[in-house]
């Protein structure tokens, strides 16, 4: 029973390039999280999505950032136009029913931008 | 929004010391959650607490939950050197965990 699946472990971005960050999340599970973690800090919510619906994009940057979860595939968070500043672990969760499960956390993308 | 804050944010402690992190809310939670991210890794589900004043003990840490249900702490007896890491509570009040910023726990042997 795999867990919760990210690609690529480690990224490396030059600053204006595109990140694509990919998760599949544990089999049975349908809400998938997305949380954005910089070094001595803890997870910032981002992004919370069920299958081809977004249900809460309210930690989202505004800009440059988006997010789906397709009927068929893993789930994209999409970073265009890095800076400095993106540069990051980025943990996807699943849960089998909302916040009243444990997350199953990934074992995430850690994102440098050059 | 919600917050959620934990003290303290860093904690040494020599092997064999007990070991206390606390979180509270800034509003009602309808559960609580506790993670552990050891060095390097992603964040594993330890626990959740439901239940106004729920007490529930995992071998050598001990979760509370308030009677308000804003505040809640993990208490670990007797640590070891395996007990490293960041322990983060979670709460839960609408569609998504809110983290705290978390503890980060070194152990002397």
């Known amino acids: 029973n795999a867990g919760v699946m990210q690609n690529p472990r480690h990224l490396v971005r030059r600053r204006g390039q595109e990140a694509r960050l990919r998760c599949s999340p544990m089999k049975g599970h349908s809400h998938v999280y997305w949380y954005r973690q910089l070094p001595e800090e803890g997870l910032k919510f981002m992004v919370y999505?069920?299958?081809?619906?977004?249900?809460?994009e309210s930690g989202m940057p505004k800009e440059r950032f988006s997010a789906e979860f397709p009927k068929e595939g893993p789930s994209i968070l999409r970073i265009q136009q890095v800076v400095r500043g993106d540069s990051a672990a980025y943990f996807c969760a699943s849960s089998p029913s909302g916040t009243s499960y444990g997350y199953t956390f990934g074992s995430g993308t850690r994102l440098t931008v050059v | 929004g919600q917050q959620v804050m934990q003290i303290p944010q860093y904690q040494h402690v020599q092997e064999g010391e007990d070991f206390t992190t606390y979180c509270n809310s800034s509003?009602?939670?309808?559960?609580i959650q506790w993670y552990k991210q050891r060095p390097g890794g992603h964040p594993v589900f330890l626990i959740q607490l439901v239940k106004s004043g729920e007490v529930k003990k995992q071998k050598r840490l001990t979760f509370q939950f308030g009677e308000a249900k804003k505040n809640s702490s993990l208490h670990i007896t007797a640590t070891q050197t395996t007990d490293v890491g960041t322990y983060f509570c979670a709460g839960s009040s609408g569609s998504r965990l809110t983290f705290g910023e978390g503890t980060q726990l070194t152990v002397n042997p």
């Open positions: 999505l069920q299958k081809e619906n977004i249900i809460d």
């Open positions: 509003t009602t939670l309808s559960n």
